[in-house]
């Protein structure tokens, strides 16, 4: 049977991309870089500049993307994010530096919450050789990669499934966690900035989000500085709210500046 998906272009060694794919590849594409030019895009795809175009119009029009001369950028107003496998693919080295920096904020006999993400993934893989820990998550690929370490206490939080994200939202996992006491908890986000604070699209990781600050003693935020300037409908708290944040050293300095002027306790991590 013919299928569309495995025709390959032998000359380039380029697969056609039927329109789902060409639009989640741009999704993506405009996720890692920010901003993506039509050129750029075409280019990569092997398509003309007017099946791009239509690809972004569809985009726009499910609140993704915004269209600008020329090109693409992310819609700051975040409505979906994309899916952990897509964002294991993003911003590796940063997120592997930001874990490691993080880890070594953990000292022994603690207990730590993991909130579910790439970046605190790769806390889990310096913490997994510790000793004299309690690990709390909600996340799965954490839970299972921290399933054979005997020496690590850990916990899942259970509830909700979110089959896209790996893990547990919703009452039943932010009730868990308000039984706890948690010394130590480094939240994830895919959305922050001065103005929003900490949010999300979801309402379910929100409530999760806000039950594992109230019982922390400390709070950290760790999430790489592309997720700056974006907001969710749903917000968390106020950047305020949690006691540090960790971060690389691709936010600008001016907005580096503004967080200090808040109080706010920050982390820069550098990756070049």
């Known amino acids: 049977m013919f299928n569309i998906d495995n025709v390959i272009i032998h000359n380039e060694r380029r697969a056609i991309m039927i329109p789902m794919e060409r639009r989640d590849f741009i999704y993506r594409y405009v996720h890692e870089n920010q901003i993506a030019s039509i050129n ?59 874990g490691k920096y993080a880890a070594g904020c953990v000292e022994d006999g603690l207990v730590v919450y993991l909130d579910a993400g790439t970046t605190t993934f790769e806390i889990a893989r310096y913490l997994a050789e510790r000793f004299n820990l309690t690990v709390i998550t909600n996340d799965f690929a954490i839970t299972q990669y921290l399933m054979n370490k005997p020496q690590i206490n850990l916990f899942h939080t259970g509830g909700k499934i979110d089959k896209r994200n790996y893990s547990s939202v919703g009452i039943s996992a932010a009730a868990f966690l308000r039984t706890l006491n948690v010394d130590l908890a480094f939240i994830s986000s895919s959305s922050w900035d001065i103005e929003h604070g900490i949010s999300t699209p979801y309402e379910e990781k929100a409530i999760v989000k806000q039950a594992v600050i109230s019982v922390s003693s400390r709070s950290i935020l760790i999430t790489d500085s592309s997720k700056y300037g974006k907001y969710g409908l749903y917000n968390i708290c106020q950047l305020n709210k949690v006691d540090e944040i960790i971060t690389d050293s691709l936010l600008a300095a001016n907005e580096q500046a503004l967080l200090r002027e808040q109080g706010i306790k920050l982390h820069i991590i550098d990756i070049t």
Not at 42 to 47: E, G, K, Q
Not at 67 to 93: F, I, M, P, T
């Open 40 to 98: 750029v895009l075409a280019d990569l795809m092997s398509v003309s500049h007017m099946t791009i175009r239509r690809d972004i119009q569809v985009l726009e029009e499910e609140g993704k993307v915004l269209g600008v001369s020329g090109g693409v950028k992310l819609n700051e107003a975040l409505r979906q994010e994309l899916s952990y496998s897509d964002k294991a693919e993003l911003h590796n080295r940063s997120k592997r530096l930001l």
